[in-house]
Structure formats: structure tokens, C-alpha cells
Nanobody, 120 residues
Framework: QVKLVESGGGLVQGGGSLRLSCAVSGSSFPYSRMGWYRQAPGKERELVAFIYRDGSTNYAASVKGRFTVSRDNAQSTVYLQMSSLKPEDTAVYYC??????????????WGQGTQVTVSS
């Protein structure tokens, strides 16, 4: 059973920084990608940032240059360093990993979410 445990959310003033962590366990298969989505009140869940198996990254336009996604060498923890935070970054942030089971078979898993609130 793949398990994702997030930490690091909280309340921060605009312009401040936070770092989210997501510890992933329970899979002996590689992760094709690891990263973050967010969902603000009344809005759909949206992609924030991902890091792929080859180390390449992808960011939403709204966070590019302010957020950095990374992972540890064991690829068991994924991080989201958020800087220059804005009130519009307020959302529940969800960790997401896609496990590659081989032969074209993949499955996505979600964390429970962590609240990030940015005050103006």
C-alpha cells in the first residue's frame, strides 16, 4: 500500500516562504513522477509542480520562478519550496506520485492534503 504523508503547511505573510514535504512509502516500483497539486476554495484542483524520474521538472505558469520542486536521493521524499508567496497561493496542497508498475501500467496516489494560507 503506497502511503503519502505531507507536512509543512501553515500560515505565512505575503512575501514569505514555506517548504512542504511529502514522505512516500510502500512501493518497490519506481515513481514516474512526484509532485504537487493544490485546490483553493471553490476552485478545481490544479497542478503546481512535478519532478520526473529523469529529474526534469514542470511548473504551473503561476508559480514558475517562485516555487521549486525537488526530491531526495532515495526518491522517497518530495519537497516544494515556496517563496514570494501571495494570497492567491492559499489552498490545500496535495502531494501526488505516479507509480510505474511496468508494461505501461501506472497508478497515481494522493496525500491527505496540507493547508497553506497566505495573508495579505
Amino acid at each position: 500500500q503506497v502511503k503519502l504523508v505531507e507536512s509543512g503547511g501553515g500560515l505565512v505573510q505575503g512575501g514569505g516562504s514555506l517548504r512542504l514535504s511529502c514522505a512516500v512509502s510502500g512501493s518497490s516500483f519506481p515513481y514516474s513522477r512526484m509532485g504537487w497539486y493544490r485546490q483553493a476554495p471553490g476552485k478545481e484542483r490544479e497542478l503546481v509542480a512535478f519532478i520526473y524520474r529523469d529529474g526534469s521538472t514542470n511548473y504551473a505558469a503561476s508559480v514558475k520562478g517562485r516555487f521549486t520542486v525537488s526530491r531526495d536521493n532515495a526518491q522517497s521524499t518530495v519537497y516544494l519550496q515556496m517563496s514570494s508567496l501571495k494570497p492567491e497561493d492559499t489552498a490545500v496542497y496535495y502531494c501526488n506520485v505516479v507509480v510505474d508498475y511496468g508494461s505501461g501500467s501506472t497508478m497515481g496516489y494522493w496525500g491527505q492534503g496540507t493547508q497553506v494560507t497566505v495573508s495579505s
